[in-house]
């Protein structure tokens, strides 16, 4: 099984950085997705992330620690519309392969 | 856009009732799933599908069942549908790294 916690709400203010953590216990690892949901939308895909390391596509960053089962999803000069529900998801390694998905962190951008 | 839609958008039904919901995909992907979103437990998986005439349960599987009977079509139903079933119903398709989320069926069981 997997146990994936992620905080469930943060806020932060335009212009800044912020980051969103994602700690998981599994029996096998394979990867770790990050994916935004605005309200009242389907989520959409930021990153995959398989090896160790910090991954940079624009303003956002993913960074992965497979020893430590952790990651975090690094927002830069936070505008309004990065207002929205981001969602970790783990993918095992072998059965299925489908990701299981955490909560969620709402994270709350104000001027 | 992934070229995943879903039908109805919403739909307000009465407990006991049958319910159908259809995703439909234009890109010929081989996995399609069906989730649940609801508040404080995130995207739950109700079946998936690896292709045609093949589904599998999810971590939350009853009172669901699924069918494929085309690539790119994928449809639940709820059998009796009850007030616990009322959610967000997302549908997905993609490859094994990538899903494409539907735009979601919002359901009312009364």
Known sequence: GQNIDQP???????????QINCTYQTSGFNGLFWYQQHAGEAPTFLSYNVLDGLEEKGR??????????????LLKELQMKDSASYLCAVRPLGGS?????????????HP | DAGITQSPRH?????????????????????????????GHGL????YSYGVKDTDKGEVSDGYSVSRSKT????????????????VYFC??????????GPGTRLTVL
């Open chain 1, 8 to 18: 469930t709400e943060m806020t932060a203010t335009e212009g800044a950085i912020v």
């Open chain 2, 44 to 47: 739950r998986l109700i079946h």
């Open chain 1, 97 to 109: 392969y489908i990701p299981t998905f955490g909560r969620g962190t709402s994270l709350i951008v």
């Open chain 1, 60 to 73: 956002f960053s993913s960074f992965l620690s497979r020893s430590k089962g952790y990651s975090y999803l």
């Open chain 2, 92 to 101: 997905a398709a993609g490859t094994s790294d990538e899903q494409f989320f």
């Open chain 2, 11 to 39: 739909k307000v039904t009465e407990t006991g009732t049958p319910v159908t919901l259809r995703c439909h995909q234009t890109e010929n992907h081989r996995y399609m799933y069906w989730y649940r979103q609801d508040p």
């Open chain 2, 72 to 87: 790119e079509d994928f449809l639940l139903t709820l059998e009796s549908a009850t007030s616990s079933q009322t959610s």
